[in-house]
């Protein structure tokens, strides 16, 4: 039925690195029509077992990660995290998403927004290392999710994870196309081939290209800095809130999109040899090194020019020349690229080992998943994945992609910092069920009150605060109610995120409130992804993923071993 035989993996082995129909729907639901039938009209029961079941840390860390064929190889320090932290977050984003929204949106108080953005990509930063120490495979959030809230939410998440990884930067207009869609970016096209063969060939090679280009980077950054504070003029800062608080929630929710990346850093966690030492100081280094970066750019770009007078498109070039300096466009210049470049690098790196794991459950072709044998690394997902890069690099224009980005990367890190609270406070025949319908409630009240203050706050023009008066204190209270009445069922063994459920219920408001200041326009386009995802898991992922978990399962009875998912028992139909 699907890729394993008797001993788990045995079948990829026997294939290899092929390329045959069985790579690519091996499950006994796609063996023939009559069975593909079959399984569509089953789809409700499906369904519901997916739902309801969850796969266990061992589950991720053995038997799935198994299915690669051949193991990745444990070439990673904390070095080579922060850079590869610093690498993909810092791209040429900074360099243009800054003055747009200085300009139209937030004014000087831009740097607020930076602030307000880096607190909640911090939070969820915390939530994530907790799972990479705990979990350390290739999978990241579709892992941890998988865990604790089951297959399909994991399947959603993975689709969002997988579009945040594919979107690209620098254009020129095509003026035949729509003009959102006629944004020609040859740059990002080339480079994103040189950086496909970096990827393929080593990880520990991508790391060391990674953090040399990285600290030109950071140089670059530092003499933008340095030279901007030299050419500072305080009068600058006179309206320093133009647009008012509204401006600066608006854009923190679309300057989320200069910290996206991160997450990459916990996919690398199969690869660390040291996870529980090495993680932590990777994510949480890199985010705070970031965050001061993006804060004393956004300074020293509205210190040199007025807000009004920034340049939408090259705002750190064009300010230069305003007062003077010309020649340090070049220099600007230069670290875009090398943004750029860095950016994609550990894109390529991070988005190759999601699909890996995804591949791994089936839920994506397993084709996807092997691991080649002498370089230890995903050749077949990193190819795919970079294709689907460049094509969106050549066509998408960034505004367009940056609201839409902002809300798959607000929803993944919302239901990571979900899937935490799960994990502290639920373990299955532990729990009793008056505390799991207790952390139930107190969850639907975190989740209500967050999505109506932001709500509220997307759909009202005015500044009343009435109904904050409400919302904010249900949030606190369900909040502080979970914290005294449901005993904790988990305590992390290795690393644990600090202040729960202080931290992941706040990283949860502040999500959803951050979805709250994105445009109706970018909903519909996020609308729009969801369904195609949709109709893939109903006709494909479903029935190929439920197949090999039952297989496996039954492997795994049949050897008298530990089962490998747990939840709601539905029962099973004959094939």
Known sequence: MGLDGPTGNEGVRRRGCSCTKGDFLPEESFKSWGNYVQALQQTPRRFMDRVFTRSLDSTELHEIKARSQHEMKKTLSWWDLIWFGIGAVI???????TGLQAREVSGPAVVISYVVSGISAMLSVFC???????IPVAGGSFAYLRVEL???MAFIAAGNILLEYVIGDFRIIVHRMSEDYGHLDPIAVVVVCVICVLAVLSTKGSSRFNYIASIIHVIVILFIIIAGFSKADAKNYSD??????RGVFKSSAVLYFAYVGFDAVSTMAEETKNPAHDIPIGLVGSMVITTAAYCLLAVALCLMQPFREI?????FSVAFEAVGMSWAKYIVAAGALKGMT????VGAVGQARYLTHIARTHMMPPWLAQVHPKTGTPINATVVMLSATAIIAFFTELDILANLLSISTLLIFTLVALALLVRRYYVSGETTTANRNKLVAYIVLILASSIATAAYWGLSDNDDWISYVITVPIWFSATLALHVAVPRARNPKLWGVPLVPWLPSASIAINIFLLGSIDGASF????IWTVVLLLYYFFFGLHASYDTAK???ENKMGDGLKKVEEGVKVSSEAQ
């Open 551 to 553: 297989e496996a399962a």
């Open 240 to 245: 320093f809130m133009p647009f008012g608080i």
């Open 128 to 134: 994530y290392t907790e799972f990479a120490v705990e």
């Open 311 to 315: 340049n939408a498109d090259a705002p």
């Open 150 to 152: 089951g297959d399909f």
């Open 342 to 345: 860095t950016v994609l690098l």
């Open 524 to 527: 519909a386009r996020f609308g």
């Open 91 to 97: 791209g040429a984003g900074i360099f243009v998403l």
